[in-house]
């Protein structure tokens, strides 16, 4: 069994479509939410489909002490971070090499990086012109949104839409694919 702990510090509608999409699995255990915003309803969601949750500030975050126990604690394996906005200290990173995933609203390598995340991502795909948008599953290195890309799913953005319609049809593509990513990716970490 594959211990999983999910990052996230928003509304968490990723967190709970994977956790629902594991449920019942014999290889793969979501146990384990992690948010650096206590009034993320990415909590609730987790809480209510009953799994464990722990809010963690910046600068625990960022102690290698704490976050490893925490994580050692749960058993984890493999981290997901679902609309996780904090940089990921390089010790994670380390001890998660080829075993974190991140999910990014755009097609890396476009719109990526520093303050691009949520709506802003939406804008300036609209702002530049873009026909097309997607999503982005990338392993986490230590720069931001520059991991090796895993997988990527576009949709066409016409000139009518707005930002609000962008992010719509980006969210529709994430709801699909991203809980299939990760268990194709879980497969083969753990295949090795």
């Not at 629902?20 to 309803?41: E, M, P, Q, T």
Request: glycine share 8%.
């Amino acid at each position: 069994m594959v211990n999983v702990a999910i990052f996230v510090s928003g509304s968490g509608s990723n967190c709970e479509n994977i956790i629902r999409y594991f449920a019942g699995s014999k290889d793969v255990n979501i146990n384990l939410v992690v948010s650096n915003k206590a009034d993320a309803y990415a909590l609730v969601r987790a809480a209510a489909l009953g799994v464990e949750t722990i809010v963690v500030s910046k600068a625990e975050f960022n102690d290698e002490k704490k976050m490893m126990g925490i994580l050692k604690d749960h058993g984890t394996d493999f981290i997901v971070l679902a609309g996780f906005l904090l940089l990921v200290p390089d010790f994670l990173i380390s001890a998660f090499d080829r075993k974190m995933v991140n999910l990014h609203p755009a097609l890396l390598p476009k719109f990526g990086g520093k303050g691009m995340w949520g709506r802003h991502v939406h804008e300036a795909v609209k702002a530049a012109g873009e026909t097309e948008t997607g999503m982005t599953v990338h392993y986490v290195s230590s720069e931001c949104d520059g991991g090796e890309i895993i997988a990527q799913f576009r949709t066409a953005v016409s000139p009518d839409d707005t930002p609000d319609d962008i992010a719509a049809k980006e969210h529709e593509l994430e709801m699909a694919y991203f809980p299939k990513v990760v268990e194709e990716v879980i497969r083969k970490s753990f295949a090795e």
